[in-house]
């Protein structure tokens, strides 16, 4: 029996939840949950827990590029009956980690790894650059402003070796949400890859009756911009609204509750630059990213602009900062205004606030480094 | 569905990273609506611009969420993709799998689906990517019914919840955050699956404050593992880090010649508060000092440990920009205990006491937290029967427009003008 169209309550069964997590667990994990005593990256991508039993895991992370086939999941599964006893995880950074009790078994699921046609790469612990979160883009989003598994794979070409090596001052976090609605939380990242958009909302007047709310398309604006307003279609006077696009700033909440008000573009959209933030409580509070390049165009296939911008801040920081030190320390610890100079990033009043709350972050002291910008002034 | 050619896509093939667009030729072998996927992808490529179109509402009976509608622009010229759903499966805990479980559900993709998938999505859900509608009641069948598991959240409901690996793997966890995350997900399948709230609610349950599963930056309420008492402390372990015969921060900076461990420079000079010195060869902690930020615990992960009256600081609040500007979660209540014991009825109190004022007061499409900033922090510690504290602001306000209320001044608000004006000539 299987579902029967004609009696589609007949049998269902909903609210089971997932699988719990005890059935999921490696026999090591299991034996070991609440004891473990210690750990220690033995090399780039491999961990080492040391249980207070003595027991010991040892844990290979591969990175994946988050959108894969089944075929792929079902090879993951393969490596996991051969050499982890079936199980193996994910993380929330999109990397697949296998896990196995001893050293010898460790060693023989490396040469697996590294042996198979299909790319395996070993790394992303500590002071890397570990796998970027990501959005949907263009493979699947209605609302994007770039794509996201193209500049993700773009940009982690680019940064090979940072992954399967661990020479930075610290983790550098990198994400990409591919709209202002930030599904990826690129938000507090050290280095965070935007789309944005900067074309108003253009209004398809022909279809707005039949498909938006207006009072909703209305107060969807965040700053009042949008308006009732009349408009003739097909020689009949109907209710739809306008945009005052002095007033925008690109968010796309409007197109978000009002299919007829779509606002990508090719020339409009591209991406946004923000870096410095920080999720993680040590040493500094966490932190949000910070806008430094308004804009970068979509350059498809590979987004030559984009790679360049994250590859100098990321060579900058490895060159400059102190151990220990995230990149928003790093910016911080020598000032944003030095940060835009040893970055050779132009500032544009872009990357002041005008927003709500802006004022926090404007300087009200005399405290400042003379940089590049200061005598650029003073000339 | 024929094969496309894709110049643009194909350059994606090339460099160290693995590829998507390897991995989707070769499943497009066997689920020739791949072809498609990619020939509408170079498409955008070409285009610069998606062509998805807008939403679209579609689900099973029943649930308010767990799919997302999806639909192509060119369905014409890429017919594989011409109904594009999303099926979120709610993860288990910690993003652990048997490959008996994970192959069951990739059999029941390859029989209703693209055979494309995203491990996983951000909120922490398993995405089956691209499926029709009239193969979405079928998949929930054999999901029920075959697997017995479930779809996760979307819409304006409890988002699938998500925690980081806890006490499974990590010596830092401050609970049990898998357990806590698969009770609580349970306990709230009817929040899940049927949209009742104002807006979206996520939770996310990190073992400690380096919070891995960015509970603090994503989460209407985050609970993060904390300790009440003293750093656990191994002074030989100390003196071994000291020696160098210990890799700092669990070897995590080995690839580059920073130097002999330096404990000053390393540990006692980056304490956010300075409340570590060294006395001879021990190493000392003032805890009363301690903000338990984590940092010289990460340096030294053999030496020093979180305290043993561990628990958990709820912060609520976090959010994404969209629209008033990106919202960290706010500390709320500074410790609670996290125990099976009492099946996390004193988690269930706060989270529903949250849930009673939001579902009143917030408006369409707000975040608790917007809530929170609108109404402001003073009322919203009332409703969570909080007492202020100086634990809940970074500073005291600096400005003087406190929003008395009548009950708390003298005589109350009531007043004779004509009474005032017996003394005072106008």
């Known amino acids: 029996m299987g579902y029967d169209p004609k009696n589609p309550m007949e049998g269902r069964i909903t609210d089971l939840g997932p699988r719990s997590y005890t059935e999921m667990l490696p026999p090591v994990i299991a034996a070991n949950k609440g004891k473990w005593d210690y750990h220690e990256i033995l090399a780039p991508g491999i961990l080492l827990h040391v249980s207070e039993t003595g027991a010991e895991c040892y844990t290979v992370r591969v990175g994946s590029p988050r959108l894969v086939s089944i075929e792929y999941v079902r090879e993951l599964c393969d490596i996991a009956d051969k050499h982890c006893e079936g199980y193996l995880r994910f993380t929330t950074r999109n990397n697949v980690e296998f896990m196995v009790d001893s050293k010898d078994k460790c060693d023989a699921l490396v040469e697996e790894l590294k042996g198979r046609e299909t790319k395996l790469p070993i790394g992303g612990t500590g002071a890397s650059v570990t796998n970027i979160v990501h959005t949907q883009g263009w493979v699947h989003c209605h609302t994007p402003a770039t794509d996201a598994s193209g500049p993700v794979k773009a940009v982690m070409d680019d940064l090979f070796e940072y992954f399967g090596s661990m020479t930075l001052p610290a983790q550098v976090r990198i994400a990409l949400a591919c709209c202002l609605n930030m599904c990826g939380a690129v938000h507090a990242s050290d280095i965070a890859i935007l789309g944005v958009h900067r074309k108003p909302p253009m209004i398809d007047h022909s279809r707005i009756t039949g498909v938006c709310e207006l009072p909703l398309a209305i107060a969807s604006c965040p700053l009042g911009a949008v308006k009732p307003a009349k408009a003739e279609v097909n020689g009949e006077e109907i209710k739809t609204v306008k945009v005052n696009a002095d007033r925008c700033m690109f968010c796309g909440n409007c197109y978000t509750m009002c299919p007829a008000m779509p606002l990508a573009d090719p020339e409009g959209d591209g991406i946004a630059i923000l870096v410095g933030g920080k999720v993680s409580n040590a040493k500094s509070a966490p932190k949000f990213s910070k806008l430094v390049i308004p804009f970068l165009p979509n350059n498809a296939p590979r987004w030559p602009e984009t790679v360049e911008a994250v590859r100098k801040i990321v060579e900058v920081y490895a060159k400059d900062a102190n151990k220990y030190e995230r990149l928003g320390e790093w910016a911080e610890r020598i000032g944003w205004e030095k940060f835009f100079e040893k970055c050779e990033i132009p500032f544009t009043d872009k990357s002041i606030d005008d927003y709500r709350l802006a004022y926090d972050t404007w300087r009200t002291s005399t405290q400042f480094k003379y940089t590049n910008a200061t005598d650029a002034y003073t000339k | ?426």
Request: aromatic share 10%.
């Open chain 2, 1 to 426: 569905m024929a094969k496309h050619d894709t110049p643009l896509l194909d350059e994606l093939e090339n460099g160290p990273w693995p590829s998507f667009v390897t991995d989707m030729k070769r499943q497009a072998e066997t689920h020739p609506e791949c072809w498609d996927i990619l020939g509408q992808l170079e498409l955008s490529f070409k285009d610069r611009i998606t062509h998805w179109k807008h939403g679209g509402i579609v689900g099973v009976f029943g649930y308010g969420g767990g799919i997302v509608g999806r639909y192509s622009d060119k369905p014409e010229k890429f017919p594989g993709v011409e109904h594009f759903h999303t099926v979120r499966i709610a993860q288990p805990s910690g993003l652990y799998y048997s490959t008996k479980n994970l192959r069951a559900l990739m059999d029941l993709w390859d029989k209703y689906g693209s055979g494309m998938t995203n491990m996983h999505g951000s909120t922490g859900d398993m995405i089956l990517l691209g499926t029709r509608t009239e193969n979405l009641e079928p998949l929930f069948w054999d999901l029920t019914h075959d697997l017995e598991q479930d779809l996760g959240g979307s819409g304006s409901n409890l988002r699938t919840p998500s925690c980081c690996l806890g006490e499974s793997r990590c010596e830092w966890s401050c609970y049990d955050a898998q357990d806590v995350c698969y009770h609580l997900t349970m306990h709230y399948q009817d929040e899940i699956h049927r949209p009742a709230f104002p807006y979206k609610f996520k939770f996310k349950f990190s073992g400690c404050p380096n919070d891995c599963v960015a509970s603090i930056a994503r989460s209407d309420f985050a609970l993060i593992g904390t300790w009440k008492d003293d750093i656990q402390m191994d002074q030989a372990a100390v003196k071994e880090y000291i020696a160098g015969n210990y890799p700092a921060n669990g070897g995590a900076h080995a690839g580059r010649d920073w130097g002999p461990f330096d404990i000053k420079k390393e540990v006692l000079d980056l304490c956010p508060t300075n409340c570590m010195w060294m006395e001879g060869d021990e190493l000392k902690i003032d805890n009363s000092e301690c903000t338990r930020c984590m940092h010289c615990i990460n340096v030294m992960p053999r030496a020093l440990k979180p305290g043993k009256e561990k628990g958990a600081t709820v912060c609520i609040g976090a959010k994404a920009p969209i629209l008033d500007g990106a919202q960290f979660a706010t500390m709320v209540i500074p410790f609670i205990e996290v125990s099976k014991d009492n099946e996390y009825e004193n988690l269930i109190d706060v989270i529903e006491q949250v849930w009673d004022w939001w579902m009143e007061v917030g408006k369409n499409r707000e975040r608790v937290g917007e809530t929170m900033q609108r109404i402001g922090l003073p009322t919203f510690l009332k409703v969570m029967e909080v007492d202020a504290m100086p634990q809940h602001v970074k500073e005291p306000r600096s400005n003087p427009y406190v929003f008395w209320k009548e009950e708390e001044v003298e005589g109350g608000w009531e007043r004779d003008v004509e009474e005032f004006r017996k003394k005072h000539a106008a």
